[in-house]
């Protein structure tokens, strides 16, 4: 059986459903990494930052593949296999990191995740505290169990481009990033500038309103279908990295959307080989 059970609708949360998911005992990451954390984070909650869990250094996007290292990581932040998780980052100022968060744990098979919708922001605006004290060190029992439908590898993503090359198309690969990136800037560090052939361009923070929280369903569905990102097609979000396709993925599930894969190696890995095709 799937481990993957995210329910539409239920992905983002509240500032008022996160202070009830604490309240009943939920797990709590702060995605935005060390530093910020320590300038005042959610009361109880552990940091965890993504470059923690990726398969190499520098300009490497991808998840590792050793579930050891995944399981101990995430068994130190207090992931529990019973127990639901809330994810947090910096909202409208942050890349998604949440985003990333809650699509390893729901690649890696754990079961509920939540985000807070608006990120930090949201919840100091709802009133929400914040404290400079870490909590007590409490360690998780989460044993992953992957479940393969929800990430794109390499060698799928060639595998699909080449047979979207020749005319039929289940895939869609929806490029995340900014207008800039899409048209050839490289800000970020990529060998290369450009697309994969056949991408549409969506930045992640269209689906987002000023203060950094999710437009309303119909706007958000209006604004995908539009860029040809529909839920008949299996849709394959990558960015630079894999950060901000991972928000898009969530994204994607709040709405329902049936297939949805991360392509977390993104542009660091796809243009690291010059054979490989841009548009």
């Given at each position: 059986a799937?481990?993957h059970t995210?329910t539409a609708g239920?992905?983002f949360?509240?500032?008022?459903e996160?202070?009830?998911l604490i ?8 995605a935005r990494g ?15 930052s993504?470059l923690e869990?990726r ?6 996007g ?5 579930m050891?290292?995944?399981q101990?990581?995430l ?5 529990d296999?019973?127990r639901?998780?809330?994810v947090?980052?910096a909202?409208?100022d ?6 990333r968060?809650w699509?390893?744990?729901?690649y890696?098979g754990?079961d509920?995740?939540r985000?807070l ?7 100091i605006d709802?009133?929400g505290e ?14 992953p169990?992957p479940?393969?439908?929800l990430?794109?590898?390499l060698s799928e993503?060639e595998?699909?481009?080449a047979?979207?090359g020749?005319g ?9 990033r900014e ?10 560090g990529e060998?290369?500038?450009?697309h ?5 361009g ?9 203060r950094?929280r ?5 706007e958000l569905r209006?604004t ?8 008949d097609?299996?849709?394959?979000p990558?960015?630079t990295?894999?950060v ?7 994204v994607?599930?709040?709405?329902g959307?049936p ?21």
């Amino acid at each position: 059986a799937l481990a993957h059970t995210a329910t539409a609708g239920e992905v983002f949360v509240s500032p008022a459903e996160a202070r009830q998911l604490i309240d009943a005992g939920a797990t709590v990451i702060d995605a935005r990494g060390d530093a910020e954390y320590r300038t005042g984070h959610i009361p109880g909650s552990v940091p965890l930052s993504w470059l923690e869990l990726r398969d190499g250094w520098a300009r490497v996007g991808r998840l590792t593949d050793d579930m050891g290292r995944l399981q101990e990581a995430l068994q130190a932040a207090g992931v529990d296999d019973d127990r639901p998780v809330l994810v947090y980052d910096a909202g409208i100022d942050g890349w998604g990191e949440a985003g990333r968060i809650w699509w390893t744990l729901e690649y890696l098979g754990h079961d509920p995740n939540r985000i807070l919708d608006g990120g930090l922001p949201a919840w100091i605006d709802a009133g929400g505290e914040l404290t400079t004290k870490p909590p007590p060190a409490r360690r998780g029992d989460f044993i992953p169990h992957p479940d393969e439908t929800l990430r794109a590898r390499l060698s799928e993503v060639e595998r699909d481009l080449a047979q979207c090359g020749t005319g039929t198309c289940d895939v869609v690969f929806w490029d995340t990033r900014e207008p800039r990136e899409y048209a050839g800037a490289t800000p970020y560090g990529e060998p290369r500038g450009g697309h994969l052939p056949g991408a549409v361009g969506l930045y992640f923070k269209d689906l987002l309103d000023a203060r950094g929280r999710l437009r309303p369903e119909p706007e958000l569905r209006a604004t995908l279908q539009g860029a040809g990102i529909t839920p008949d097609k299996r849709i394959v979000p990558y960015c630079t990295g894999g950060v901000r396709s991972g928000f898009a993925v969530a994204v994607l599930t709040e709405l329902g959307y049936p297939r949805v894969a991360n392509y977390d190696g993104s542009m660091w890995e796809w243009t690291a080989d010059d054979s490989r095709p841009v548009e």
